[in-house]
């Protein structure tokens, strides 16, 4: 079946950088995306961006360019999600999810994540 | 980028049906989508492509597109039902957005 188990939480300090592991298994990796998701404490959802996994395209969300990378290595299935130059408001659940492309663009997310809490404090 | 925009809240009795609305102005020409997510747990698909519904997802969701919002129903609401709805969309390049979801109360 397919799963996306995610890494640990984390706590950083402002001006750090986190990077979220997002290791695959059940289906063909290179077949789809990946994206990002957080979702601030009491918040609602937030898109980060997807990366196609096939050829590497990214699309980052606007307000995060410059401070996120979205990476896959495919010889172990994993996508990582890399965030600097943390501020206190990048304390979220961040949530990798599959994501099914059409025409190379990520169309809708069908599995998800466990999430992974981010807590950015001095 | 766009916005797209939902109710804060709706609230429904049990049996009676729940209508979640969410606009935006590229809508017309992309499709919608929805995510279903109860507390503390990761969002579910449970509307693709306006009016799709996932394997796996009981047949009282349904979905719809007029204009420049999308819809979703709930009929015959039950207290599972109960949770966050978030609608999403995309534009053309594949930036995405969701809205800011509705609260959905089964009273």
């Known amino acids: 079946q397919v799963q996306l188990v995610q890494s640990g939480a984390e706590v950083k300090k402002p001006g750090a950088s986190v990077k979220v592991s997002c290791k695959a298994s059940?289906?063909?990796?290179?077949?789809?995306?990946i994206s990002w998701v957080r979702q601030a404490p009491g918040q609602g959802l937030e898109w980060m961006g997807w990366?196609?996994?096939?050829?590497?395209?990214?699309n980052y969300a606007q307000k995060l360019q410059g401070r996120v990378t979205m990476t896959t290595d495919t010889s172990t299935s994993t996508a990582y999600m890399e965030l600097r130059s943390l501020r206190s408001d990048d304390t979220a659940v961040y949530y990798c999810?599959?994501?099914?492309?059409?025409?190379?663009?990520?169309?809708?997310?069908?599995?998800w994540g466990q999430g992974t809490l981010v807590t950015v404090s001095s | 980028s766009y916005e797209l925009t939902q109710p804060p809240s709706v609230s429904v009795s049990p049996g009676q049906t729940a209508r979640i609305t969410c606009s935006g102005d590229?809508?017309?020409?992309?499709?919608g989508y929805w995510y279903q997510q109860k507390p503390g747990q990761a969002p579910v698909l449970v509307i693709y492509?306006?009016?799709e519904r996932p394997s796996g997802i009981p047949e009282r969701f349904s979905g719809s597109s007029s204009g420049t919002t999308v819809t979703l129903t709930i009929s015959g609401v039950q207290a599972e039902d109960e949770a966050d709805y978030y609608c999403?969309?995309?534009?053309?390049?594949?930036?995405?957005?969701f809205g800011g979801g509705t609260k959905l109360t089964v009273l």
């Open positions: 999810a599959r994501a099914t492309l059409s025409a190379g663009i990520a169309v809708l997310l069908d599995y």
């Open positions: 059940g289906y063909t990796f290179t077949s789809y995306g």
């Open positions: 990366i196609s996994v096939y050829n590497g395209n990214t």
């Open positions: 590229a809508l017309p020409k992309q499709y």
């Open positions: 492509k306006d009016n």
């Open positions: 999403q969309s995309a534009d053309s390049s594949g930036t995405w957005v």
